[in-house]
Nanobody, 124 residues
């Protein structure tokens, strides 16, 4: 069955960087036809959109809170999407989820495939 597998989370201090990765493991998962996105959910808060990338790699999308600090990219040959997170802040602390849907990235949670989540903790 198609599945998204995430990695790269961890415990860091404010100002540090992390790189999250998400691999589409299913052979029937048409990665190069899928828009990919990252969401995050902090304790007691709703899941929120962080970043998205169109099936073609362009354009990309970012929430206002991460714009200029985070960069999303994809490697279709490796069936992988990355989220480079720089200048991390304590407010970035959350479980980060990878998501996929057909073609077009959207900023709400209407995605069809979800990863298990990876914890990012940023201390001040």
């Amino acid at each position: 069955q198609d599945e998204l597998v995430e990695s790269g989370g961890g415990q860091v201090q404010a100002g540090d960087s992390l790189r999250l990765s998400c691999v589409a493991s299913g052979r029937r998962f048409t990665f190069n036809s899928m828009a990919m996105a990252w969401f995050r959910q902090a304790p007691g808060k709703e899941r929120e959109f962080v970043s998205g990338i169109e099936w073609s790699g362009n354009p990309t999308y970012y929430s206002d809170s991460v714009k200029g600090r985070f960069t999303i990219s994809r490697d279709d040959a490796k069936r992988t999407v990355h989220l480079q997170m720089n200048s991390l802040k304590p407010d970035d602390t959350a479980v980060y989820f990878c998501a996929a849907r057909w073609r077009y990235a959207i900023t709400d949670s209407r995605y069809d495939y979800w990863g298990q989540g990876t914890q990012v903790t940023v201390s001040s």
